[in-house]
Nanobody, 118 residues
Framework: QVQLVETGGGLVQAGGSLRLSCAAS????????MGWYRQAPGKQREMVAT???????NYQESVKGRFTISRDSGKNTVSLQMTSLKPEDTAVYYC????????????WGRGTQVTVSS
């Protein structure tokens, strides 16, 4: 069992910055992928950024150059530094961990609200 806890959400003005953090605890094994997804009201959940054990990252095209994902494997944490925020970034942001192996396990945090005002 894995528990993911997100922190750092809030209300910011367009052009501002926020840093989200996610701490994972429990039965965590490598290799795995950690990342951030978001879901706005009335829209489907979408991938924002992911990072695999070893450091390979992947970003949604709309956030490239503005968001940076990083992880500390030793501490099982992942962060998302968001800059130049836009109103369209407004969503609930969820931390995700996928444990890769013969059986794949997919875990989600409860989410943290990010609201960007114009």
């Amino acid at each position: 069992q894995v528990q993911l806890v997100e922190t750092g959400g809030g209300l910011v003005q367009a052009g501002g910055s926020l840093r989200l953090s996610c701490a994972a605890s429990g039965s965590i094994f490598s290799p795995n992928t950690m990342g951030w997804y978001r879901q706005a009201p009335g829209k489907q959940r979408e991938m924002v950024a992911t990072v695999i054990t070893g450091g390979k990252t992947n970003y949604q095209e709309s956030v490239k150059g503005r968001f940076t994902i990083s992880r500390d494997s030793g501490k099982n944490t992942v962060s998302l530094q968001m800059t130049s925020l836009k109103p369209e970034d407004t969503a609930v942001y969820y931390c995700n961990l996928v444990r890769i192996g013969p059986v794949v396990y997919d875990y989600w945090g409860r989410g943290t609200q990010v609201t960007v005002s114009s």
